[in-house]
């Protein structure tokens, strides 16, 4: 395994500064994590924040956004879908997903889901194209 000094939130809040303005980035351990006794504890993630803050979550799984909007989420970044990958995965996966891939909603919490740039079983993408996925987040009090 290849350790390139990055060590992503899990079950934990980072906050964050720059240039005046707060964010807080929490991330939950994937829902798999379960069956090992690990599972996503948002109440862990998120305890204590200060809610005058933005949060924004890192979840694997976009099933994950019900959970985080009862908690005030603002933005919710997952994967896991591939987008379906290809029919008939595709309409399944907007069928037991809040949000198969792109920018949605979920009672009141903003979800992006990317399709990612792998894909799970046959190397085969009909209809939803592989992404890496850039995204700029500005304070809405132009900071």
Avoid: W
Avoid at 25 to 40: I, T
Avoid at 87 to 114: H, M, Q
Avoid at 118 to 136: C, H, K, N, S, Y
Wanted: proline fraction near 7%.
């Amino acid at each position: 395994m290849c350790d390139v000094g990055v060590r992503p939130p899990v079950n934990e809040r980072v906050e964050i500064l720059r240039n005046g303005a707060h964010l807080d980035l929490a991330g939950v351990e994937d829902l798999a994590g379960k069956e090992y006794g690990r599972g996503p504890d948002l109440g862990k993630a998120l305890g204590g924040r200060d809610l005058s803050r933005p949060v924004v979550l890192l979840a694997h799984q976009a099933v994950f956004a019900d959970e985080a909007a009862r908690h005030g989420v603002d933005l919710q970044l997952s994967g896991h879908t591939h987008g379906g990958q290809m029919l008939p995965l595709t309409a399944i996966t907007e069928l037991v997903n809040p949000v198969g891939s792109g920018l949605g909603r979920v009672d009141g919490t903003k979800v992006y889901v990317t399709n990612g740039a792998g894909f799970f079983g046959p190397p085969v993408r009909v209809g939803a194209p592989a992404d890496i996925t850039l995204l700029e987040l500005r304070s809405p009090r132009g900071g």
